[in-house]
């Protein structure tokens, strides 16, 4: 076999490597490669016209024969990359799991794949890969491999040995179901295709006609299907049903407050779409709280339905990539990941809760999924509903500009009560008492009172820990992180002084390390605070924190939840995880210690965020047939974050809201790209940065910086932004003629998020 050199994609921060590989390797296949003295994988992206003069290391092994992801979505990774100015090998393990190694077995000749690619039959090989892209049924044996046998799904497949001459009618069946479906099926489909019972398949085994393996799905066998509601939507949604064109691009907003019937919208689409023998993607936000989503889809579409997220195990993700590569799931639900999950025909894409942050990837490449699951719509050719109750003001601007098709329930759902909304002035409060307020009067009040009618109460803070930080009254100093630069959030559980930023924790000292005066107090309260407060307050109710602290070991989020939701909870304290997923039936009071908290933070989403927040947390209160009542405290309560909570009304926000980022010139009528310098002193990231602005030459951008970037140092390492507004033609003009290092000092985060 000839060897050229090639170019080959490390999932790293490193510019394409190059190795000597087979003549003829296609692009977009998987090699294994030494680097330095550890094995990669990496992607094959084709021949080194002019490769460095150093003697080149040969590729370790090819491990795919053919590119194994879809057409279209090696398109949507190619748009990524340009877009977001990474790699394609990065964005690689978001689609294909770095276990997917796969032993290839015999093609349909019984010939072994392995042996054509070992032969270097690219010709050969890139054939069969165009039929498996066509029709993956086609090769059905093509992802086998010993270590996936053992739990779940078992595939049924005709073994090629000659019919013998009598077969009973029940055994003519499935071998005519068989090879109608090309040889192989799930045992479900074969079943139900054939319309047999399970015992025939055995019979069938030990006369060796046909073959049962394994593959893993360990999910499938943990859901249990629960029983089937489908409902009779009312009118609303039945438009906006209809308003959803299939087999067309197209981008909707479906707006409608949390309960008003938006997953019943979703469900009807997918049926359709399903019954067309076309796919759908469906991504939400957070796993951990999809319980109840799931346990819907599974009733609804059964033995359809994989999830991908990042809080299973290799395996049973293995398992569901292995399932979609094989068109064995028609619905893949997941979260920010999915968006590059490996399913092919989508009929339909569903963004549920599309205003989430954890939408985009705070880690390079930093992707923003809903952004990226309207291009991939784009790309399959199909429609893409986004849902909220509190839109982005992106996609509420792109909705009111006729961009996206808005689509809205405004119907309430029967049996649920508007709650009614409170303030509290804290400075009033403040002026009463004359000392430190947690719990005004009124919210003191009102606990008690929800407590005495034996209904929930939630408190929502958005801070962990007892103080925020530490402060010596004598010469001023706050107690700061030697690492980064913030101050230490003292913990009482565990008498800790702790960063919450590099985990950087301390012994809180008894004088100030400065002066030496014991004059050292905590300041601003957080959730533990709050959490003994009610215990002296009320020390017969039950009383549960979930935040951070408490929540570490894995499912005790949910635990806690499930707690709380059984009655077992009189006081759920807490952060902003308390704010959205689970409905408790006996809640019908919900405080918000501190609701301005969140507009204090340079950042000009605070306002829109804080909005989001207080709307989905007061939409917890009263869900059942018991009315709610939320209490916002605030030292702020003209402001119309806080008002427009108060009333409920996010168009009322919206139209006060976007005139703002108009005149400042944010989005959503401006684009931003942040590019981000870190370095062991603030001279070096800021020089980073100086000269990257020096050298840009391109025309209708606005250049802020290079300034500090809010946290200026986090883990010793010193921060400094620079940040470019502009259309986004300009924008993504900069990517080309400025690329970055792959490795260097600056990096890029497009449409950012978060500016901490
Ligand atoms: P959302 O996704 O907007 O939060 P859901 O679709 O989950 O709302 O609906 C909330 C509840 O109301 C669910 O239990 C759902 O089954 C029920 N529901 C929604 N639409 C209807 C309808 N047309 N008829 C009866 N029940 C409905
Ligand atoms: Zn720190």
């Known amino acids: ?69 879809p057409a279209r979505l090696r398109e949507l990774h190619a748009f990524a990359a340009r877009y977001y100015g990474c790699l394609e090998a990065h964005l690689l393990p978001l689609s294909l799991p770095q276990a997917l190694l796969p032993n290839w077995e015999a093609d349909e000749d ?170 759908v993607l469906w991504l939400v936000p957070e796993i951990g709280l999809t319980a109840s989503l799931l346990e819907r889809l599974e009733a609804r579409f059964p033995g359809r339905v994989a999830v991908g997220h990042a809080g299973l195990n290799a395996g049973e993700r293995h398992g569901d990539v292995v399932r979609l590569l094989f068109n064995g799931a028609d619905l893949f639900v997941g979260v920010r990941n999915a968006v590059m999950a490996p399913l092919r025909d989508i009929g339909l894409i569903v963004v549920d809760e599309e205003q989430e942050g954890s939408y985009k990837s705070e880690e390079h490449p930093r992707v923003h999924a809903r952004d990226l699951a309207i291009k991939r719509a784009q790309l399959e050719g199909c429609p893409i509903v986004l849902g909220s109750a509190t839109p982005s003001l992106e996609s509420w601007h792109a909705a009111q500009s006729g961009r996206y098709r ?25 002026r009463q008492q004359r000392r430190k307020v947690i719990l005004a009067p009124a919210l003191m009040q009102a606990l008690a009172e929800t407590l005495g009618r034996r209904e929930q109460a939630l408190l929502l803070l958005n801070r962990r820990g007892y103080e925020n930080f530490w402060m010596c009254r004598a010469c001023g100093r706050t107690l700061g992180c030697p690492h980064c630069a913030i101050s230490l959030t003292y913990h009482r559980g565990d008498f800790r002084l702790r960063c919450h930023l590099c985990g950087h924790e301390t012994v809180p000292p008894e004088a100030c390390p400065d002066c ?36 570490r070991r894995r499912g005790s989020l949910e635990a806690g939840l499930l707690a709380a939701e059984a009655g077992e909870v009189d006081i759920l304290v807490g952060t902003q995880m308390l704010a959205k997923g689970h409905t408790f039936p006996r809640l019908t009071l919900v405080g918000v210690i501190n609701a301005d908290q969140g507009l204090k933070v340079a950042d000009f989403r605070a306002s829109e965020r804080t909005f989001q927040l207080l709307t989905q947390v007061a939409g917890r209160a009263g869900r059942a ?97 620079l940040l470019l507004k502009g259309g986004r033609g300009a924008l993504g003009e900069v990517l080309v003629r400025h690329p970055l290092e792959a490795a260097g000092a600056v990096s890029l985060d497009r449409d950012p998020l978060q500016f901490g």
């Open 516 to 551: 030496g005066a014991d004059h050292l107090r905590g300041v601003g309260e957080g959730t533990e605070q709050v959490e003994e407060h009610l215990r002296q307050l009320f020390p017969a109710s039950r009383v549960l924190r979930l935040d951070r602290d408490t929540t």
């Open 110 to 279: 019984g010939q072994s794949l392995s042996l054509h690619r070992d032969r270097g039959a690219w010709g050969a090989l890139a054939e069969l890969g165009e039929a498996w892209h066509r029709d993956p049924g086609l090769l059905p044996t093509l992802l086998h491999r010993p270590a996936l046998r053992g739990a779940g799904f078992t595939e049924v497949r005709l073994t090629g040995v000659p019919h013998p001459p009598r077969v009973t009618p029940a055994q003519a069946k499935v071998l005519l179901a068989l090879e109608e479906a090309g040889g192989a099926l799930m045992e479900p489909d074969l079943l139900g295709a054939a319309g047999v019972g399970p015992s025939v398949l055995g019979t069938l085994e030990k006369r060796g006609l046909v073959l049962r393996m394994k593959r893993v799905d360990l999910l499938a066998q943990r859901r249990s299907a629960g029983a089937d509601r489908t409902v009779t939507l009312n009118a609303e949604q039945e438009v906006a049903l209809a308003a959803v064109a299939l087999g067309a691009f197209g981008v909707h907003l479906l707006h409608g407050v949390t309960g008003s019937g938006k997953t019943e919208v979703y469900l009807a689409l997918a049926e359709r779409v399903l019954a067309g023998w076309k796919r």
């Open 1 to 69: 076999m000839n060897l050229v050199p090639t170019r080959v994609q490390l999932n790293r921060p490193l510019p394409p490597l190059t190795y000597l590989a087979p003549e003829g390797l296609p692009p977009g296949v998987r090699v294994r490669v030494k680097v330095r003295n550890s094995l990669a994988v990496g992607l094959a992206v084709g021949p080194d016209p002019a490769p460095p003069a150093a003697k080149l290391r040969p590729i370790e092994g090819v491990v795919d024969p053919f590119p194994l992801l």
């Open 406 to 430: 808005l689509l809205q329930l405004r119907q309430r759902p029967a049996g649920i009560t508007l709650p009614r909304v409170e303030i509290v002035d804290l400075r009033e409060a403040y």
């Open 625 to 721: 047939e018991l009315p709610g009542r939320v209490i916002l405290q605030t030292y702020s309560p003209e402001h119309p974050a806080i008002t427009f909570a108060l009333a409920q009304d996010f168009e009322g926000f919206a139209a006060s809201e976007l005139p703002f980022r108009e005149g400042l010139g944010y989005p959503p009528f401006t684009a931003l790209s942040l590019y981000r310098a870190e370095a062991e002193t603030p001279r070096e990231a800021r020089e980073a940065l100086e000269s990257f602005r020096q050298r840009l030459s391109i025309p209708g951008l606005r250049i802020l910086g290079p300034l500090e970037a809010p946290v200026p140092r986090i883990k010793d390492r010193w921060r400094m932004h």
